[in-house]
């Protein structure tokens, strides 16, 4: 998902480090909400930082949790708005004078997904050094499904499987 912005981040002029310590780790999650999670954080980076900011995003396998951290040396948040920005239409700053345009949705979708998948988000900010976004997600597996022909198949690659099919048609537009 990062990589997959790297050219975006660097056309803003912005730096982009990738760091993990996980090269390869299952967790039963929703990928695609996963990646709106990310996709979410990584915008709001470019947002709220100027060009030659940093943007980094580090990956650790703690055994039980998989943490991601979504880090910035941006404007980061005034002190006490921490709590506000994962409120649903909450902004930390609501001036028109403000730098970044949203909706305050964002974040609390982000942490509303972050959630769903018994998660949690925190954040970590010094106003005028940037922010940090950590998620924390459990490592599980749902048990492995058969087939008709009894083999195992996941429930997320049945999936796959049908939004394939389902979506053939419209794939090369």
Not at 76 to 92: L, V
Not at 144 to 162: C, G, H
């Amino acid at each position: 998902i990062t990589f997959s912005v790297k050219e975006y981040i660097d056309n803003k002029k912005r730096r982009l480090i990738f760091n993990s310590s996980v090269s390869e780790k299952i967790i039963s999650c929703d990928s695609f909400n996963i990646e709106r999670i990310i996709l979410n954080l990584l915008s709001n980076a470019v947002k709220f930082t100027e060009e030659g900011d940093t943007i980094s995003v580090t990956i650790q396998d703690k055994e039980d949790n998989i943490i991601i951290s979504v880090k910035d040396t941006g404007i980061g948040i005034k002190e006490g708005k921490e709590k506000i920005i994962f409120e649903q239409f909450g902004q930390a700053d609501k001036s028109f004078t403000r730098g970044s345009e949203g909706s305050g949705i964002g974040l609390a979708l982000v942490k509303m997904l972050v959630e769903m998948h018994n998660g949690n988000i925190k954040i970590e900010s010094i106003y005028g050094q940037g922010s940090e976004f950590i998620i924390q997600l459990p490592v599980k597996l749902l048990p492995p499904i058969f087939d008709s022909q009894d083999n195992f198949i996941d429930k997320a690659q049945k999936l796959i499987d049908r939004i394939d099919i389902e979506f053939s048609d419209i794939y090369n537009l």
